[in-house]
T-cell receptor, first 109, second 115 residues
């Protein structure tokens, strides 16, 4: 079966760095997405990786290793507004999105 | 504001009621989706419409009935629901259903409670 694993919850301190991991087993691979979802709000797109390596976008970076079935989202200089759920999703060979259950990130002062 | 608007934001209904969820996208996209989001579970894809034709129906019970009258509007008609159907229902749109190089744009969801 197809599976996406990510930690249920993480806690970090304002100003610090946090890495949210995502591992996947899917039928084929056509890219990996990260979305951010604040409580009571719409999920919003953060990043898309289809090739191995690190993609940097401001304070957020996303890394992909296709051979390891692994990605992480790196958040630097954490701010209180970064408290949210982070959703990992992989597009399989049929262009179907397989979603993880999300990681709830709690930022403490 | 993501360009996808859902109404109502909150809905409480009994098991014998009939209600509808509405979604409108202002992005000129060709594909629209209904997802179910339950606490601590992955998003579940329910229906996909591409250019107003249903292209995906993931074994969803018949008590959920989608309708797509045009490429900008999507409805989810609800009838004789069960308490386990209580969840956040998210609408999304994309330029095309294959999502090649693209992304999903989500609405803020309709929080449904079935009593």
């Amino acid at each position: 079966g197809q599976n996406i694993d990510q930690p249920t919850e993480m806690t970090a301190t304002e100003g610090a760095i946090v890495q949210i991991n995502c591992t996947y087993q899917t039928s084929g691979f056509n890219g990996l997405f990260w979305y951010q979802q604040h409580a009571g709000e719409a999920p919003t797109f953060l990043s898309y990786n289809v090739l191995d390596g690190l993609e940097e976008k401001g304070r957020f970076s996303s890394f992909l290793s296709r051979s390891k079935g692994y990605s992480y989202l790196l958040l630097k200089e954490l701010q209180m507004k970064d408290s949210a759920s982070y959703l990992c999703a992989v597009m399989d060979s049929n262009y179907q999105l397989i979603w993880g259950a999300g990681t709830k990130l709690i930022i403490k002062p | 504001e993501t360009g996808v608007t859902q109404t109502p934001r909150h809905l409480v209904m009994g098991m014998t009621n009939k209600k509808s969820l509405k979604c409108e996208q202002h992005l000129g996209h060709n594909a629209m989706y209904w997802y179910k989001q339950s606490a601590k579970k992955p998003l579940e894809l329910m229906f996909v419409y591409s250019l107003e034709e249903r292209v995906e129906n993931n074994s969803v019970p018949s008590r959920f009935s989608p309708e797509c009258p045009n490429s900008s509007h999507l409805f989810l008609h609800l009838h004789t629901l069960q308490p386990e159907d209580s969840a956040l229902y998210l609408c999304a749109s994309s330029q095309d259903p294959s999502l090649e190089g693209g992304e999903l744009f989500f609405g803020e969801g309709s929080r449904l409670t079935v009593l």
